[in-house]
């Protein structure tokens, strides 16, 4: 927790024959990532381009296969892998094994979709029916009728209007019968005369002719009875095939399941061996390894080889070492939902402190300051509990912001208690501390002295990560740095003496200057101390304009990031303020109308808009405490993910010091 895990920089020497074995034993603890290939030196020139069609050819098989899966309804699952995978030589035998089940699910599924169509084409014919039912000519007669010319068809809905406005010219009349998927089901009529006409501009118009079935004889209702017979029995095919399509499933889900699995790991491995150097015979395996692991690996491969492997472990701290090193998070699980707040703003880097977990604690609690409510805190909290269950599919994708949506429910509902508030109405509790609108001064107050504890922190932070990265002679100097620190407790001091009218001590006079001329010469110090000369680097005129306005900024920096955390106490009242006039307006309504639904009502949709349009503006104003105030005082975002090399259905989480994954 707050540091990231120590990285070890592993070096695997195999030979060509057992490089594929090793892949997949790496792959399979799901401990290792790779460097990319530009950072092997002279190894890459060795790197082989023959992996790229694998991977392509593999990537195939993946889509025809998920599109199999697919057609039979099996869902795309990875059960264990338990064979030893051959990417080089799987292409083929896979190619065979797909190639036999999408014939099997061809034979069907074209009878199928066969089926499908007739028997659309046939609810038409008995929907345009319905309509010449009450007729007691035959179908026959009426499409050789004299003087009258008939069409039947499906032309798509938009160029109805077009049609009709493109037939001004003759007299004619158009019915629609039926709309579905494809578009409108039409008549049309007019005299013979004219029928070259309307079959032009139904011809312009998209028109998919209907044909009547004329062949069965009889009238409209004869025919009509004999169509739904036929829809009948393409109904009943159609169930049989269904029928054929879930035996098969059920027959070869686990097969194809099997082979998902395969595919997706020779996949894998090709695009690892992608990576992977190569000199002659030998292979080269590099990456990163949680130095906890590096054992485990080296265990794992001499088993594998039979000691026919080298395995080198270097140190990310070596001199000379170009190489990024990738960050893994260790936090509790507790905080783990507040990586992904983290991650938003960047990765924290290897070198440097992880602020998930003060994140978790004041995101919550700043949130809850703002947003506090015992009722609208517990419905946040509900909201939160839905989604980390996934009780509503539609929200699966945000189950991931479940927890975090849970704490600031919790903490609102919390800081509700304190404030004495409940949907608003400050009549239900007492207060435990304050209420907001009766201690304005006093909750802003605390605000600020919340505010000066984060930002302290994040000065601390600044400080630790110089020493960490033995930068401290750069740190000394800096606005974020001791000088900086020591400089905002004199000024906060300062203040604070002026505002009880007690008398500044005399260290406070005598080292405030002293540290508002150290921050102002901080790089010419800094050259100093360094030993690098000359104190000034180019124009002295310039680096001193430069200083001042630095320091300038800085000294506006000092204010307004402590006064930007006013906003708490601020968003608080401004939360109680408008649930106040929700639940007044509730019971003005309710005494004028005597009628206590419309008030309820009020309330409801009050509390709806509360909870979405405020409780979005804060959780925005939160993050943006922690973004500027906070973070910019020590977090610099550019670090990368740490993504092992994987096998599917394998996940790599450090969580006491022990590897948990399933494979």
Not at 252 to 269: F, K, N, P, W
Not at 306 to 324: C, D, F, L, W
Not at 545 to 560: A, D, K, R
């Amino acid at each position: 927790m707050f540091v990231p895990a120590e990285m070890s920089e592993v070096d695997i020497f195999v030979y060509e024959n057992d490089i594929e074995a090793v892949a997949q034993t790496v792959a399979s603890l799901g401990i290792m990532h790779l460097l990319d290939t530009e950072a092997l030196g002279d190894w890459a020139t060795g790197v082989s381009s023959e992996w790229a069609g694998r991977i392509a050819a593999y990537s195939a098989q993946e889509r025809r296969l998920a599109d199999v899966m697919s057609q039979l309804k099996i869902p795309e699952q990875t059960p264990t892998l338990s064979l030893q995978l051959r990417p080089a030589e799987d292409v083929a035998p896979i190619e065979e094994a797909l190639q036999q089940a999408e014939a099997s699910v061809r034979v069907l599924r074209d009878q199928y979709d066969t089926l499908r169509r007739e028997l659309e084409h046939w609810e038409l014919v008995s929907k345009s029916l319905l309509v010449l039912e009450p007729l007691s000519i035959s179908l026959s007669d009426l499409q050789h009728m004299e003087h009258l010319h008939v069409v039947a068809g499906t032309i798509p809905s938009e160029n109805l209007a077009r049609l009709e406005a493109s037939l001004f010219r003759i007299p004619y009349t158009i019915i629609p019968v039926y709309h579905h998927k494809y578009g409108d089901l039409i008549f049309a009529f007019c005299s013979e005369e004219h029928a070259p006409i309307l079959d032009r501009a139904l011809e312009s118009a998209f028109l998919d002719p209907l044909a009547l079935p004329t062949e069965y004889g009889g009238t409209p209702q004869e025919v009509l009875a004999k169509v739904d017979a036929n829809i009948k029995q393409g109904q009943a095919q159609l169930a049989e095939i269904e029928s054929k399509l879930e035996a098969l499933s059920g027959q070869v889900h686990q097969e194809l399941q099997s082979l998902l699995t395969q595919i997706r790991g020779d996949r894998a491995i090709a695009e690892a061996m992608s990576h992977f150097g190569h000199r002659g015979h030998v292979y080269l395996v590099a990456g990163w390894v949680p130095k906890s692991h590096v054992s485990e690996l080296h265990t794992a491969v001499d088993q594998i080889t039979e000691g026919r492997a080298t395995v080198e472990e270097n140190s990310p701290y070596i001199a000379g070492h170009q190489h990024k090193v990738p960050t893994l998070l260790r936090n509790w699980r507790l905080f783990k939902p507040a990586e992904a707040l983290v991650t938003i703003y960047g990765e924290p880097e290897y070198n440097e402190l992880d602020p998930t977990p003060l994140l978790a604690i004041t995101f919550v609690i700043m949130f809850g300051m703002m947003f506090g409510d015992l009722g609208q805190g517990m419905v946040l909290a509900l909201a939160g509990l839905i989604l980390m269950r996934r009780w509503v599919p539609q929200l699966a994708s945000m189950a991931s912001f479940g927890p975090i949506l849970l704490a600031c429910g919790a903490f609102s509902s919390i800081f509700g208690v304190l404030y004495g508030s409940v949907f608003g109405a400050d009549n239900i509790i007492s207060s435990l501390w304050l209420k907001p609108m009766d201690n304005i001064m006093s909750l802003l107050l605390t605000s600020i002295i919340l505010g000066v504890i984060v930002l302290n922190i994040g000065y601390a932070f600044h400080l630790i990560n110089a020493f960490r990265n033995k930068t401290w002679k750069d740190a000394i100097f800096s606005k974020n740095g001791l000088v900086g620190l020591l400089l905002y407790w004199c000024l906060g001091g300062i203040v604070i003496c002026v505002a009880t009218g007690r008398h500044i001590p005399v260290v406070l006079d005598i080292l405030a200057p002293f540290l508002c001329i150290g921050l102002f010469l901080a790089e010419p110090l800094t050259r100093m101390l360094k030993h690098q000369k000359p104190a000034f680097e180019g124009n002295v005129a310039e680096v001193l304009l430069q200083s001042f306005f630095e320091f300038f900024e800085t000294m506006i920096n000092y204010v307004s990031n402590t006064l930007s955390f006013v906003r708490l106490g601020a968003f608080a009242v401004a939360h109680m303020g408008l649930s106040m006039a929700f639940s007044l307006l509730s019971q003005m309504i309710i005494r004028s109308t005597h009628i206590a639904v419309f008030g309820i009502f009020i309330m409801i949709i009050g509390n709806i808009f509360i909870l979405v349009l405020e409780g979005l503006i804060v959780g925005i104003q939160t993050l943006r405490l922690e973004y500027y105030e906070f973070f910019g005082k020590f977090f610099s975002g550019g670090g990368i993910p740490f993504k092992p090399l994987t096998l599917p259905a394998v996940k790599y989480e450090i969580v006491s010091h022990k590897r948990s994954g399933t494979i």
